[in-house]
Every structure is written in C-alpha cells, then in structure tokens.
C-alpha cells in the first residue's frame, strides 16, 4: 500500500518547499516501478493556497478533515512563517498526526510552525540561515544547526532552505528504496546525490553593515576596506584615538562580538568576494585578505563557510570571459 507523503503548505508558502520534496518522490515512483508515496498537499483552511510568488496551489486535503494515515508530514516554508499563527485547531491536527506518523518534519521555515505545536522542544534541528537567530530567540531550548543542510533526530527531519528541502527528500528516498533508486532520481533531476558543504558557504551573515557609534564605523569601514593590514586591537584603538582598553570593550558591547572576532569575519567576506572573482590563488587570496597563509585561510574559511576555499571557488566563481 502507498504511503503517504503530506506536505502542509502554509499561506504565503514558498512554491519550491512544496514542489520540490514532491518531485523528488513522484520520481522515485516511477524509478521504483510503482506508486511506494502518495502525494498530498494539505491546506490549513478550504480554498487555494496562495503562495509567495503570487501562483495559487490546490490542496487535496484541510488540516484536521483528512482520515488516512500519514506517514511522512513535512511542514512547507513561507517568508512570513515566524509571524503566521494557525489556529489551534491546525495546530492539535499537525501534534497529533505527527505522532501517529512514521516520520515528521519541517522544510526552510516550516520549522516555526512545527515548534508552535511543542514537538520540536529541545530537539537537534536546522532551518534557514536567515531565520536561525530569530526561531533560537522565539524557542530557546532548541538545538539550531545553522550548517546543516537536513538535520535527523529520530523520526523528526528538518530540512534549511528552499532547495534543501530536496535534499531532505532524497535521503528518506534512500532510506525508504535504497541508495541505487536515490542516485536515479537525483541523475534524473540533475542535482546532487550528497550536495558538497552546508549552507553556511550560502549564509551572508558575515556581510553586515557597520554599526555601533560613528568612530566604530569609521574603523569597520577602514578594515572591510584594507582587510590585508595587521587590525591589531592596538592599531584599530589607535584608528579611532581611543586606549585599547576602552576600544575593546566599547567595540564589544555596540557590536555584538570582539574585534578580533570581526576582524575575522570581515577577512572571510572579503576572501569570499576574491574566490567568486576566480582569478587569484588561495595563496594571493590569503594575502590580500590578511592572512598568514594558505593553510591559514583554509582552516578560518572552512570555520566559517562549512567547505574550503578551492571547493567554495568551484562551486561560486561567478568569473566572466
């Protein structure tokens, strides 16, 4: 007998969260000769879902009004997810199935949804990297792994952004019909069997405006500018005629982090920038950006951006002929 894949598509849903885990097993049907999921799109009230690009969705069910069991409930995304609230009604339908389900989870920021209902309270999960400060904030016991493509603590799975969600697909496509039919349906589909890295190589977290009071800025603007000198909290103190002392923990308490810790991030940025240019070596990028060396660059790149910087440039360069 089929199982049933349901996929609950909020208002405002972002269309690729529903249809691409759906793709994903609608070609693993017809890899496995035969219908294996039975696909749903599941509404929170009657009438069109009208997604986040203006395109309407009609659901085959309601929340709360569907009687066969659902074996993988997977909660879609929406770009104003963390301000929607669904009445308890929906909310008591998504607990309860989740808990008859084999398996449950959340695409992008579906997870805001999915923690309203208490199921996620203290879990192992991922969601966008947009939206990880805001859904730690909104549920702090919640354990956020801002890297990870698709997170799985038992039969919960939570997938990061948009396209990850076909990743997620794709793995409980290989737990369910094994690894030849994955690796079909991922040829099919031209994307990744296991994607390289996480989403922090796509996170532009680190790209922040200046901030703090205007000699603060002034020395942000100055290192993002000339990330190649030395920016020791001596120098920088100096930059802005303040004692290192007090520029440091000025620096802390206005931004957020240490100025070393910014400095950092602000090297990574500007070596981001260099790599997708393609045209200089790790080695003229380590340089200009300030630091020691490769292998330097290599290990604070790779802390920061999940890959390294060769695999990050084959996979970014945006260079033109």
Request: glycine fraction near 8%; include cysteine; proline fraction near 4%.
């Amino acid at each position: 007998m089929a199982k049933t894949v349901a996929i609950l598509a909020l208002p405002g849903v972002q269309l690729l969260d529903v249809s691409g885990p759906l793709d994903v097993f609608a070609q693993a049907n017809i890899e496995a000769g035969k219908e294996f999921y039975a696909l749903k799109v599941i509404a929170c009230k009657s009438g069109p879902i009208r997604s986040s690009s203006g395109a309407r969705l009609l659901p085959d069910g309601i929340a709360g009004e569907m009687d066969e069991r659902v074996d993988t409930l997977l909660i879609a995304g929406a770009p104003n997810a963390g301000k929607i609230v669904l009445s308890s009604h929906v909310l008591t339908w998504l607990r309860e199935t989740a808990k008859r389900s084999r398996r449950y989870g959340s695409i992008c920021t579906g997870a805001f949804v999915l923690a309203a209902t208490g199921l996620l309270d203290g879990r192992h999960i991922t969601t966008h990297w947009a939206a990880a400060e805001d859904l730690a904030q909104a549920f702090p016991t919640l354990q956020i792994d801002e890297d990870a493509l698709y997170v799985r603590d038992g039969k919960l799975c939570t997938a990061a952004g948009v396209t990850a969600g076909l990743d997620l697909a794709l793995a409980l496509v290989e737990e369910d019909l094994g690894r030849d039919i994955a690796k079909r349906v991922a040829a099919q589909l031209v994307m990744f069997f296991k994607r390289p890295g996480g989403q922090l190589q796509f996170s532009r977290k680190g790209e922040t405006r200046p901030i703090g009071r205007s000699v603060l800025q002034e020395v942000q603007r100055w290192v993002a500018a000339t990330p190649n000198l030395d920016h020791s909290i001596a120098g920088m103190a100096q930059h802005a005629g303040l004692s290192p002392r007090h520029f440091a923990r000025l620096f802390h308490a206005e931004v957020g982090i240490t100025p070393a810790a910014w400095v950092e991030t602000t090297r990574v940025t500007a070596a981001r920038k260099l790599l997708e240019n393609g045209y200089d070596t790790p080695k003229l990028v380590a340089s200009k950006c300030g630091f020691a060396n490769a292998d330097t660059l290599r290990r604070t790149f790779k802390k920061h951006v999940g890959v390294t910087p060769a695999e990050y440039r084959k996979q970014h360069t945006v260079r033109s002929e």
